[in-house]
């Protein structure tokens, strides 16, 4: 039986890479997507080096053009358009709302909320034709929880889990499914990349803060493998869930933050960010920690 097709958009490194490397040691005939020939042979020998293989394309996911050029390209590579897509392609542009000017707002929306549903445009036809096919959207726990100083990014996620809801009714009559994956953190490059985008930092008024993030993102995390896992499962469970949650961390925040008064989970929120100075007793706890008390 041939492979069934899947595109992964944003392959070349962090949840895309493992991604592909999942899918294509699964079986699956993967056509990863880069953004220059550099990147796209270096995916190859990548993937080759594990035994596997990948086909590779060339795509600017905010670029209407390049989506086109890049879709029907992948049309005449998989007898009319793939089986699945993975929308994983994505940036992070954090800051206080106050901080984030308009061009930077539009390149954060256009990469994880406009492009994905452009995509799902272009490979529908196709799919609904044959009444088969899968679109998986790459969210975050920040598509469900939203973080101050990360008002943005949240936006993009939560605009994109609204569309994928959206999009999952409409095109099930048609066969075909529709997933959302929300992974908690994993370690990519994302924070450093977004760490760049930091908008004003001189002259901001949340200086303090975004000092503090840019400590807290060194911090060692996990390899993104159980999201790829994930990614595997939506694309093999007979009937997927609509949305997978992956990891202890974002199982946790989603269930505090539906469960707790918005007024308790805020004030957690401004004391995890430094808007807000934690209580007394643990403020000490934690001073007595840093000089090596117990
Ligand atoms: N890491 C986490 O903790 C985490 C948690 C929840 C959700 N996510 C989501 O997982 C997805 C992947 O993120 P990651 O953590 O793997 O980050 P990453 O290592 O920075 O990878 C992002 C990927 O997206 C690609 N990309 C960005 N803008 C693009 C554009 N305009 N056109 C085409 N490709 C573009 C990048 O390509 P280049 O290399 O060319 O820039 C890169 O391959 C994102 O949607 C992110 O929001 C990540």
Redesign the pocket.
């Known amino acids: 039986m041939t492979p069934r097709s899947v595109v992964v958009?944003?392959?070349?490194?962090?949840?895309?890479l493992a991604t592909t490397l999942e899918l294509a040691h699964a079986g699956f005939d993967v056509i990863g997507?880069?953004?220059?020939e550099e990147?796209a042979e270096a995916l190859r020998e990548a993937v080759d080096r594990t035994g596997a293989s990948v086909r590779t394309v060339l795509?600017?996911?905010?670029d209407a053009t390049s989506s086109v050029r890049a879709f029907t390209e992948i049309a005449t590579m998989t007898d009319g358009g793939p089986w699945a897509v993975v929308n994983?392609?994505?940036?992070?542009q954090p800051g206080a709302i106050e901080d984030v000017d308009d061009e930077q707002v539009r390149q954060q929306l256009e990469?994880?909320l406009v492009?994905p549903a452009r995509i799902a445009r272009l490979v529908l036809p196709t799919m609904r034709a044959r009444r088969a096919g899968r679109i998986v959207n790459?969210?975050?726990?920040?598509g469900r929880v939203s973080m101050p100083l990360l008002g943005w990014y949240c936006a993009s996620?939560q605009g994109l889990e609204a569309m994928t809801d959206a999009l999952r009714m409409e095109a099930a009559p048609f066969g075909v499914k529709v997933v959302l994956v929300e992974?908690?953190?994993?370690g990519?490059?994302?924070?450093q990349?977004g760490a760049s985008r930091l908008p004003q930092r001189r002259n901001s008024a949340y200086r303090h803060q975004y000092e503090a993030a840019e400590e807290m993102i060194k911090r060692e995390?996990p390899s993104?493998r159980p999201?790829a896992r994930t990614v595997l499962k939506a694309l093999t469970a007979p009937r997927p869930l609509p949305r997978y949650l992956v990891g202890t961390d974002a199982r946790s925040s989603a269930v505090l933050d539906a469960a707790l008064p918005t007024a308790a989970t805020d004030w957690a929120k401004q004391v995890a960010t430094g808007l807000r100075r934690p209580p007394r007793a643990a403020h000490a706890l934690s001073r007595l920690r840093s000089r090596g008390g117990r």
């Open positions: 958009t944003g392959a070349g490194c962090g949840i895309g997507t880069v953004r220059s990147k795509l600017d996911v905010t994983n392609a994505g940036i992070a990469t994880n492009a790459i969210s975050s726990i920040s996620k992974p908690g953190s994993y990519t490059d994302i924070w990349r995390l993104p999201v």
